[in-house]
Protein backbone atom coordinates (compact mmCIF):
# COMPACT_ATOMS: atom_id res chain seq x y z
CA UNK A 1 0.00 0.00 0.00
CA UNK A 2 3.16 2.14 -0.22
CA UNK A 3 2.79 4.91 -2.72
CA UNK A 4 5.03 8.00 -4.09
CA UNK A 5 3.00 10.42 -5.23
CA UNK A 6 5.30 13.26 -7.40
CA UNK A 7 4.44 17.19 -8.12
CA UNK A 8 6.17 20.00 -9.17
CA UNK A 9 6.96 19.13 -12.99
CA UNK A 10 6.19 21.81 -15.87
CA UNK A 11 7.66 23.87 -18.76
CA UNK A 12 10.03 26.33 -18.09
CA UNK A 13 13.04 28.39 -20.32
CA UNK A 14 16.20 27.83 -20.11
CA UNK A 15 17.78 28.93 -17.10
CA UNK A 16 15.22 28.72 -15.18
CA UNK A 17 14.46 26.56 -11.94
CA UNK A 18 11.89 24.11 -11.49
CA UNK A 19 11.43 22.12 -7.66
CA UNK A 20 10.23 18.57 -7.26
CA UNK A 21 8.76 16.98 -4.76
CA UNK A 22 7.95 13.26 -3.94
CA UNK A 23 5.58 12.16 -1.24
CA UNK A 24 5.58 8.57 0.44
CA UNK A 25 2.87 7.57 1.66
CA UNK A 26 0.94 4.14 3.30
CA UNK A 27 2.09 1.71 5.84
CA UNK A 28 5.68 2.79 6.50
CA UNK A 29 8.12 1.68 8.98
CA UNK A 30 11.15 3.61 7.77
CA UNK A 31 12.22 5.16 4.83
CA UNK A 32 16.18 4.34 3.90
CA UNK A 33 17.70 5.81 0.53
CA UNK A 34 15.12 8.08 -1.60
CA UNK A 35 16.71 9.61 -4.69
CA UNK A 36 15.62 10.63 -8.62
CA UNK A 37 15.69 9.17 -11.89
CA UNK A 38 15.33 10.78 -15.20
CA UNK A 39 14.49 9.58 -18.71
CA UNK A 40 14.43 11.62 -21.85
CA UNK A 41 13.04 10.35 -25.38
CA UNK A 42 15.27 7.82 -26.68
CA UNK A 43 17.28 7.15 -23.49
CA UNK A 44 17.63 4.91 -20.81
CA UNK A 45 16.66 6.08 -17.43
CA UNK A 46 19.69 7.71 -15.46
CA UNK A 47 20.32 8.19 -11.75
CA UNK A 48 20.38 12.18 -11.54
CA UNK A 49 20.87 12.42 -7.44
CA UNK A 50 20.16 10.17 -4.12
CA UNK A 51 20.01 11.01 -0.30
CA UNK A 52 20.16 8.93 2.35
CA UNK A 53 18.54 8.59 5.74
CA UNK A 54 21.26 10.68 7.14
CA UNK A 55 21.23 13.24 4.66
CA UNK A 56 24.66 11.89 2.79
CA UNK A 57 23.85 13.01 -1.19
CA UNK A 58 25.17 11.69 -4.80
CA UNK A 59 24.98 13.42 -7.79
CA UNK A 60 24.98 12.82 -11.22
CA UNK A 61 28.00 14.71 -13.13
CA UNK A 62 25.94 16.57 -15.40
CA UNK A 63 23.31 18.01 -12.48
CA UNK A 64 26.21 18.85 -10.01
CA UNK A 65 26.45 22.92 -8.96
CA UNK A 66 22.83 23.30 -10.32
CA UNK A 67 20.46 20.53 -8.71
CA UNK A 68 19.81 19.94 -4.86
CA UNK A 69 18.58 16.68 -3.75
CA UNK A 70 17.08 16.98 -0.19
CA UNK A 71 14.63 15.68 2.05
CA UNK A 72 12.40 16.13 5.20
CA UNK A 73 12.06 13.04 7.06
CA UNK A 74 9.17 13.94 8.96
CA UNK A 75 6.59 14.02 6.01
CA UNK A 76 8.87 11.27 4.12
CA UNK A 77 9.05 13.47 1.21
CA UNK A 78 12.17 13.85 -1.14
CA UNK A 79 12.86 17.33 -2.79
CA UNK A 80 15.11 18.21 -5.94
CA UNK A 81 15.68 21.95 -6.61
CA UNK A 82 16.65 22.39 -10.45
CA UNK A 83 18.15 25.42 -11.14
CA UNK A 84 19.82 26.48 -14.48
CA UNK A 85 17.98 24.20 -16.14
CA UNK A 86 18.92 23.44 -19.87
CA UNK A 87 17.03 22.13 -22.92
CA UNK A 88 19.41 18.69 -22.12
CA UNK A 89 17.58 18.39 -18.65
CA UNK A 90 14.26 18.09 -20.33
CA UNK A 91 12.80 14.06 -18.85
CA UNK A 92 10.20 12.32 -17.90
CA UNK A 93 11.38 12.20 -13.80
CA UNK A 94 11.03 9.55 -11.14
CA UNK A 95 11.78 9.70 -8.02
CA UNK A 96 12.16 6.29 -5.75
CA UNK A 97 12.74 5.16 -2.38
CA UNK A 98 14.05 2.24 -0.50
CA UNK A 99 11.44 2.07 1.92
CA UNK A 100 10.68 -1.19 4.64
CA UNK A 101 6.88 -1.22 5.04
CA UNK A 102 5.09 -3.04 7.86
CA UNK A 103 1.65 -4.39 8.05
CA UNK A 104 0.61 -6.52 11.82
CA UNK A 105 3.96 -6.27 12.53
CA UNK A 106 5.74 -7.91 9.51
CA UNK A 107 8.34 -5.60 7.99
CA UNK A 108 9.41 -5.66 4.52
CA UNK A 109 12.32 -4.14 2.51
CA UNK A 110 10.97 -2.81 -1.32
CA UNK A 111 12.04 -0.49 -3.62
CA UNK A 112 9.14 1.92 -4.85
CA UNK A 113 8.93 4.48 -7.51
CA UNK A 114 6.41 7.52 -8.34
CA UNK A 115 4.66 7.66 -11.22
CA UNK A 116 7.15 10.19 -13.14
CA UNK A 117 6.62 13.92 -13.64
CA UNK A 118 7.59 15.67 -17.02
CA UNK A 119 10.52 18.39 -16.89
CA UNK A 120 10.62 20.69 -20.32
CA UNK A 121 13.36 23.08 -20.55
CA UNK A 122 12.90 25.21 -23.86
CA UNK A 123 14.60 27.96 -25.90
Known amino acids: QVQLVESGGGLVQSGGSLRLSCAAS????????MGWHRQAPGKERELVAAITSGGSTNYADSVKGRFTISRDNAKNTVYLQMNSLQPEDTAVYYC?????????????????WGQGTQVTVSS
Open 26 to 33: GNIFSVND
Open 96 to 112: NADIISITWFRKRRDDY
